[in-house]
């Protein structure tokens, strides 16, 4: 029974980990797309490629983060 319950506080705990991964690189997906949106027809060239950037980067992190966790699982695979 105790394990089953350390298995279930690991897996909590893990999902919360990746939930705070993934959301960090959405939020500056979402926020420098919505300055783009509302704001793009006044913003310089530069903070227009700025914005972009900032997408760009988070949407690696966010394909660097999907990678690792493949890799976890295939190597957990391996494994058992």
Known sequence: MTS???LLELKSKFFATIAHD????????????ELLENYGHICSEEQKRQYLRCIREAAEQ???LFNEALTNHDADDDMG
């Open 4 to 6: 089953q319950k350390e």
């Open 62 to 64: 966010i394909n660097d």
């Open 22 to 33: 993934f959301r960090t690189p959405l939020a500056a997906i979402l926020l420098s797309t």
